[in-house]
């Protein structure tokens, strides 16, 4: 494809962002289907004589267990590594598309003649936006599902080369479990989260691989692919963790809990590093719900999920535009930089911090939701910084730019 058929093709793709808000009046469902893990719908009561419950049909994570199946048991901690990651709009037959209510509110939701949580308002001010930014059906928060929907022809899972990355060894998202029973149900266990700049040690199960990693200019170690066997040992940053004792722990972590073998956290104050677009960016206040099990091979554990949660409105925008097709950065394709801006801009739905919900304040953070599968793996301690977002697009993305600045207000 000639450079200037690949400009008009996404340029055109790039013009449907433009009246794309407009359209959001009428907000197609963001439902996560009815079974799936960490659903949980409200109904409306029967009984003439009870007082109004919230008939919006709310899309939670599962509860927190009514009792734990072995509370005087925990295995050692472990450390998964993503393997697989998601982000582009894939619905299913009725237009679902994955995710949770963030903010215990269904915005637009017509309860029809019964109620619903802060009566279907917005958690905040959008003060960019043309129309209400609305909830998908239980109150899915997933704005940036929204504003891709118009690339959904494209695969942008596989154009953003985010697993490529990870399955070359060249970065990474690492989980940490600690104080699991390793039974179905957990009432506490913690969770830390920490990005990898990636994959540089030979060692294996039953020690050094033959691997020829080779060295980089300055003579280190080049980053190279996993087996994927429970063996591959991951590098952590020392400004993202604590070694001592022979032992690695994250600095964020998070409570969580397990339910019929489901990993759930529930939000919290910490941050966490999410696979979206061309690179990772650090998402505010994390919701995890996958599926734990245990390996055949007993090497520890898979886990199967979604992870949702806000991103910064620049660190999103970075992330996207970055995306290349037919290695050209989005950014560099005539309108398409100005389109994505605008579309964030535009669907912000969110406080960055849960506790400013519903306060008056400005929305500053962009839902977004990505399904993840992840493996067991080691982690060592290392000197290599994580590595950053692609760096194409930051000439048009100064690091002081403020949100009214950046939104053109």
């Known amino acids: 494809m000639s450079h200037r058929s690949l400009v ?55 509860k927190e267990p009514q009792q734990d199946d072995d509370p005087a048991t925990e295995l050692p901690p472990f450390w998964l590594a993503v393997r697989r990651v998601a982000f582009a709009p894939k619905p299913d037959a009725g237009g679902r598309y994955y995710g949770f209510d963030l903010d215990h509110s269904c915005t637009c939701f017509d309860p029809d003649g019964g109620v619903t949580a802060f009566d279907g308002g917005e958690a905040c001010r959008s003060k960019f936006a043309i129309v209400t930014v609305c909830d998908g059906i239980g109150g899915v928060d997933n704005a940036a599902a929204k504003m891709l929907e118009p690339y959904s022809s494209y695969d942008l899972d596989t154009l953003s080369g985010l697993d490529g990355l990870i399955n070359d060894g060249r970065l990474g998202i690492l989980l940490w479990v600690s104080k699991y029973n390793g039974r179905a149900n957990d ?83 910490t941050t966490a590093p999410l696979a979206v677009g061309a690179g990772i960016i650090e998402m505010s206040a994390p919701h995890l719900v996958g599926t734990l099990a245990p390996r055949p091979d007993n090497r520890g554990y898979t886990l199967k999920g979604t992870i949702a949660g806000r991103a910064p409105v620049v660190s999103a925008l970075r992330s996207l535009v970055n995306i290349k097709l037919s290695g050209v950065p989005l950014c560099q394709v005539p309108g398409a930089y100005t389109q994505f801006r605008d579309s964030i801009c535009r669907n912000l739905d969110v406080p960055l911090q849960p506790r400013l919900d519903f306060t ?50």
């Not at 009984?47 to 939670?60: I, K, L, S, Y």
């Not at 990693?213 to 066997?229: C, I, K, V």
């Not at 994580?386 to 950046?406: G, K, N, S």
């Open 187 to 269: 009432r506490s266990v913690t969770v830390g989260f920490v990005s990898s700049p990636g994959l540089f040690s030979t060692e294996g199960c039953s020690g050094p691989r033959d691997i020829d990693a080779g060295l980089d200019p300055d003579g280190g170690p080049l980053p190279h692919p996993p087996l994927w066997d429970g063996c591959d040992s991951w590098a952590a940053p020392q400004a993202e963790v604590i070694a001592g004792g022979g032992s690695v722990a994250p600095r964020r972590v998070a409570d969580g809990y397990v339910v019929d073998g489901v990993l759930v956290v529930p939000g919290g104050q």
């Open 8 to 62: 008009l093709r996404v340029s055109a793709l790039a013009a449907l962002l433009t009246g794309f808000a407009v359209a959001c009046q009428a907000i197609i469902g963001l439902e996560r289907p009815t079974g799936e893990p960490g659903v949980e719908r409200a109904e409306a009561s029967t009984d003439a004589g009870a007082p109004p419950v919230d008939t919006c049909p709310h899309v939670r994570i599962p």
């Open 360 to 409: 008056g304040v400005d929305c500053d953070g962009l839902t977004l939701a990505s399904q993840v599968e992840a493996e067991s793996v080691r982690v060592e301690e290392s000197t290599a910084p994580p590595r950053p977002v692609p760096t194409d697009c930051d000439a048009l993305l100064p690091q002081t730019q403020t949100l009214e600045q950046l939104c053109g207000r």
